[in-house]
């Protein structure tokens, strides 16, 4: 975690109306353990709205209250899929500019103390069950595997709002919790005051080859690189990488530090990238690390995989859920196979369409890449769905929306920030942080995010920022 900031898990991932009387009147609720700014409660719903798989989910909330609400609150959305919310509740009370209006946040079903999802299996190779088979998980979650998806967190979202008796709410959603929020406008925009889309996803689910990420890794590289960032290395870095990932193909580097091996390989020159999209001066500590491997000395570069692939904090399943970042990912994500097929034909449908994408659209990697830092090794063996997903109408309405991106994001891509923005209904803007990463707000590369934010929830226009080095580029989302 970064201070005074939440940092997204990857999905490789807040505020308050012009205060009618009947927001006031909140659940009863209790203290929150050690979080005295803070007053939790739970609201219960059904696990399968339909009523046909039976079983209720208590969703527990914490509300921060404001000295005076004269406008909707703000509803906190965390990444993931799999991170609890509650815990960041005075966390997001620092980082938001939360004057007249009431913070809420809320462990999402299946995290924290909202019915927490467990799959033994999964928890026991953090970090690396991002990529761990889950397919055991979801035969042993059986029928309730199909009621954790984003629909279903929005309908939560809904039943909160409807608990706090506020006739309309804001939200500030970071990574996946963008496309919580986003499902939630498209079922009740008339509910939706404004919105805060911080490192969003597009407004369709992530690829499954994760090509949207290949894609962007040279502009990023360039992009860190701007102004010899990088050193002497930084003079051709997309070059570099292509060359080692071809050589870290044949012969991946091994070595023994402090008594135990570490192996560097092709996959996790990948992994390191989009690791060090929330700390870009690791980022700009790779292509120097990839040039002196290049040169036979892999010392630097096995040193940033100890650093960037550690065993990591998570802060343990009941901030963040294994479980069900898997069920979450593979139920609602369109795969690159047929659903209804085994595991082998499903790998062999996934080889044909990474076969058939242009080496030009993954360079500096390769189609290998595209299956295993994609859903293939998460997804393959995972259970057909057990109910078909209904989509949500289109958006429609005219909500007024702000558009976070990172110009060094990998996870969330700039490019599917742009694709959210001209998508949602004329009145969005696109903010555009140039050198940050995943999660915008709060990461403290001096530019002005934090400003217009402030300015958007307090419904004041958002201020232009001068073009320097941390500078922020402002754009509508319609030309």
Excluded: N
């Amino acid at each position: 975690m970064i201070v005074a900031r939440v940092a997204p898990l990857p999905f490789l991932l807040v505020a308050l109306v012009a205060a009618a009387p009947s927001i006031a009147h909140a659940a009863t609720s209790t203290a929150c353990p050690a979080r005295p700014l803070a007053r939790c409660f739970t609201v219960t719903v059904p696990l399968d709205r339909s009523g046909a798989v039976p079983g209720q989910v208590r969703i527990r909330a914490a509300r921060v209250r404001s000295r005076r609400a004269t406008r909707p609150p703000l509803i906190g959305l965390t990444g993931g899929p799999g991170q609890a919310g509650v815990l960041f509740a005075e966390t997001y009370a620092v980082l938001l500019p939360t004057a007249g209006r009431d913070l809420v946040v809320f462990d999402q079903r299946g995290t924290g103390a909202s019915g927490l999802l467990r799959c033994r299996g999964l928890e026991r190779r953090l970090p690396t069950s991002f990529s761990t088979p889950a397919g055991a998980c979801g035969r042993s979650l059986g029928a309730r595997r199909s009621f954790y998806t984003s629909a279903d967190s929005a309908e939560d979202l809904e039943a909160l709002r409807v608990r706090i008796g506020a006739p309309r709410i804001a939200l500030y959603a970071v990574s996946y919790g963008t496309r919580v929020a986003v499902e939630y406008a498209r079922r009740h925009p008339e509910r939706v005051e404004r919105m805060i889309l911080d490192s969003p996803l597009g407004p369709d689910a992530p690829d499954p080859l994760a090509r949207e990420t290949l894609a962007a890794v040279p502009r990023v590289l360039r992009s860190a690189c701007r102004g010899g960032a990088c050193g002497a290395a930084g003079s051709r870095p997309v070059a570099d990488i292509a060359s080692l990932r071809a050589r870290l193909r044949r012969t991946p580097i091994r070595r023994i530090v402090r008594g135990s091996p570490v192996r560097v390989d092709a996959d996790d020159l990948l992994t390191m990238l989009i690791s060090s999209d929330i700390e870009p001066d690791l980022m700009r500590e790779i292509p120097g690390a990839v040039r002196a491997a290049l040169g036979g000395r892999s010392g630097p570069l096995v040193r940033l995989k100890r650093t960037l692939l550690g065993a990591g904090d998570v802060g343990g399943v009941s901030a963040f859920s294994p479980a069900l970042f898997a069920t979450t990912t593979c139920e609602e994500s369109p795969p690159a196979w047929d659903r209804a097929a085994g595991p082998v034909t499903r790998r062999s449908q996934a080889r044909a369409v990474a076969d058939a994408t242009p080496l030009t659209a993954l360079y500096p990697f390769d189609r290998a890449a595209a299956l295993t830092a994609g859903l293939l090794p998460l997804c393959a063996d995972w259970p057909a769905p057990a109910r078909t997903l209904i989509p949500a109408p289109a958006l429609s309405a005219r909500i007024p929306a702000l558009v976070l991106s990172g110009e060094l994001d990998l996870r969330t891509p700039l490019e599917k920030a742009r694709e959210l923005a001209r998508a949602l209904p004329g009145r969005a803007r696109l903010l555009v942080e140039r050198g940050t990463g995943h999660g915008v707000l709060g990461a403290g590369a001096g530019g002005c995010a934090d400003g217009a934010v402030e300015a958007f929830l307090d419904r004041r226009p958002v201020p232009r920022c001068v073009r320097d080095r941390a500078s922020l580029t402002i754009s509508p989302a319609r030309r």
